[in-house]
């Protein structure tokens, strides 16, 4: 059982680019990467999911207070787990409750993202 004082890192791990969306009401991560992250369990939950195709799906599990690292900044940031093929490129999907966590502007326009 994970000791309730840490947190996890993926320090370990580059995770490269992800996909920050402005419509995802929550942050995913794909069961791969949180298994190479070698995390000892995921919290379980409920949590059912509609997809873009109109497709439910469950998790599989969720993870609380992860560090990441985005640049030079570290962050808390809550995930939940969902067995899907992720796009290499970009494996993790950031969504609405990331943003403000890193006081994040986007310019849409200019097409930046500012943290």
Sequence with gaps: MKDPG???SSSDIDLGH???DLGASINLIPLSIFEK????EA???KIA???AD?????SEGKIEDFLLKVDKFILFVDFIILDYEANM?????LGQPFLPTGRTLI???QRELTM
Excluded: F, G, M, N
């Excluded at 992250?37 to 000892?40: G, P």
């Design 54 to 58: 109109r497709s439910i799906v469950r």
């Design 37 to 40: 992250l070698q995390i000892e």
């Design 49 to 51: 999911l509609q997809l």
């Design 43 to 45: 919290q379980p939950t």
């Design 6 to 8: 840490s947190s996890y």
């Design 107 to 109: 310019d849409v326009h």
């Design 18 to 20: 992800a996909l920050c």
């Design 89 to 93: 490129k970009v494996p993790i999907i």
